[in-house]
């Protein structure tokens, strides 16, 4: 079963443990080691911010950045790994304090673009045509700094940019309605699905629906997914999972909530993800206590319970389903589930 769905994640999943209030508590571990990982753990696709493999890209000139990415997917390929996206990190770099795309001052928008196209050719080096956009610090801390309306314009603008600069190119956005901002533009799948009609391709926007931002969105993971689903927009996803409204927590995925994760899993698996290709992506931080040799169990266990409620989501008796749902017998489908989950 395992071969049929095929999991990834990106390096900043294996962590040093600094939160806001304290340091490090784990050493770096080097990318290459990373990437010699990956198998063990039972993954086959690497996730990438465009420095994660061109480090220091700003300061190198396209034809560097290109040559380094070459070296990197040598890299994968040495390992027997793929790269499932790359993402542009837009949310360090002094000049996107206030926002990227949808920063008030021209010269940053037009480095954020700029670094975009960067991006799309460290991703058409990688060997992979999929970008995820998770819009960082595209929001505000009050309303009055920036023009909502104006802010979707200058998101498509650069989406438009990206789409024409690679026609191969398709855009998955990862929606989250705050952190860093108060309050983020496209916080949430709908938003997603909305602009990518704004946008000059629909059909090359769509979504990377992460449970934990969803969860921050006071929203249903799988019904999100659905929604997705139904629009043909669920390019990939961020599983892991998140205790109620508080800062983002990433936590292991279906440590919180076992039946949301099912019904995850369920909506997935019905509807065939990943046969398109789509990888299983995790999103997942392992917690700071955690020592340094056990510092990877967080993704080997999303990835474990991800595959044992399959075997769940496949053994659940289907006829009874219908049988309850016919009936409007929602308290006994209730039950059905909660035993079902409970292995009675
Ligand atoms: C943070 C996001 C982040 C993105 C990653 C890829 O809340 O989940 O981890 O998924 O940077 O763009
Ligand atoms: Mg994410």
């Known amino acids: 079963m395992a071969g049929e769905y095929r999991f990834s994640f990106g390096p900043w999943n294996i962590h040093e443990g600094a939160d806001p209030f304290g340091p490090a508590v784990r050493d770096s571990i080097e990318f290459g080691k990373k990437l010699k990982m990956y198998k063990k753990l039972g993954f086959d696709g690497v996730q990438f911010h465009d420095d994660d493999a061109v480090p220091g890209m700003d300061n190198l000139s396209s034809e ?28 360090e770099d002094a000049r ?3 926002g990227a795309y949808t920063s008030n001052d021209p010269a940053s928008r037009e480095y954020a673009k700029e670094r975009s196209r960067r991006m799309l050719d460290i991703a058409n080096a990688l060997g992979t045509k999929l970008v995820v956009l998770w819009l960082a610090r595209e929001g505000t801390y009050i309303r009055e700094a920036k023009d909502s309306k104006v802010a979707v314009e200058r998101i498509v603008e650069a989406i438009n940019d990206m789409l ?16 860093p901002m108060d309050q983020s533009y496209i916080p949430t799948t709908g938003h997603a ?9 629909p059909e090359r926007v769509g979504v990377n629906i992460e449970t934990a931002h969803v969860i921050l969105a006071g929203l249903d993971p799988s019904d999100e997914m659905g929604f997705a689903l139904a629009y043909d927009k ?33 909506i997935l698996d019905k509807y065939d993800y990943g046969k398109g290709g789509e990888f299983v992506g995790l999103d997942v931080k392992a917690m700071r206590t955690q020592k340094q040799e056990v510092a990877t169990k967080h993704l080997v266990n999303s990835r474990t319970i991800f595959l044992r409620l399959v075997e769940l989501v496949r053994s659940l008796d289907k006829n009874k389903v219908e049988k309850l749902i016919s009936e409007r017998d929602y308290e006994e489908l209730d039950m059905l589930i909660i035993n079902h989950l409970m292995g009675k």
Do not use: C
């Open 164 to 179: 024409s600069y690679n026609p191969e190119t398709k855009i998955a956005i990862e929606p989250k309605p705050n952190e």
């Open 234 to 266: 669920l390019f990939t996803v961020h599983l892991n999972d998140q205790n109620g409204l508080k800062f983002d927590e990433d936590k292991a995925f279906g440590s919180v909530d076992l039946r949301r994760a099912f019904n995850q899993v369920r």
């Open 193 to 201: 699905v909305a602009i990518s009609y704004l946008s000059n391709e």
């Open 96 to 98: 996107t304090i206030d």
């Open 64 to 91: 560097q950045i290109v040559k380094k990415a070459k070296e990197v997917r040598n890299m994968l390929e040495s390992e027997g790994l793929i790269a499932e996206f790359v993402a542009p990190r837009l949310w």
